[in-house]
Nanobody, 127 residues
Framework: QVQLVESGGGLVQAGGSLRLSCAAS????????MGWFRQAPGKEREFVGAIGRSGGSIYTADSVKGRFTISRDNTKNTVYLQMNSLKSEDTAVYYC????????????????????WGQGTQVTVSS
């Protein structure tokens, strides 16, 4: 069982930066691939990216590539989403997720792929 808690969301102006954190409970964090999703009002949950268990594999969606960076610190049981050059369309609730396995980008982009989810943190970008 893994419990995930996101933090770091808030209100930021367009062009600004935020770093989201997702802290995981338990001693097995390093055995999980971690993903980030976001959901804007009235829209489906969108896959932002994922990072493998050791951090050696990273996938970032085209919609945020070059602006968002995923990293993890297994000593702190935490995965991060660094968001730069934020745009109003980045406004959403951001969720982290965990799964034992690293899959294809297509597979990991499916909500049902992930076993565990956090409660989400709101990011609002003002234009």
């Amino acid at each position: 069982q893994v419990q995930l808690v996101e933090s770091g969301g808030g209100l930021v102006q367009a062009g600004g930066s935020l770093r989201l954190s997702c802290a995981a409970s338990g001693r097995t964090f390093s055995t999980y691939a971690m993903g980030w999703f976001r959901q804007a009002p009235g829209k489906e949950r969108e896959f932002v990216g994922a990072i493998g268990r050791s951090g050696g594999s990273i996938y970032t969606a085209d919609s945020v590539k070059g602006r968002f960076t995923i990293s993890r610190d297994n000593t702190k049981n935490t995965v991060y989403l660094q968001m730069n050059s934020l745009k109003s369309e980045d406004t959403a609730v951001y969720y982290c997720a965990a799964d034992r396995y690293w899959g294809t980008a297509q597979a990991m982009g499916v909500i049902g792929y992930w076993d565990y989810w956090g409660q989400g943190t709101q990011v609002t970008v003002s234009s």
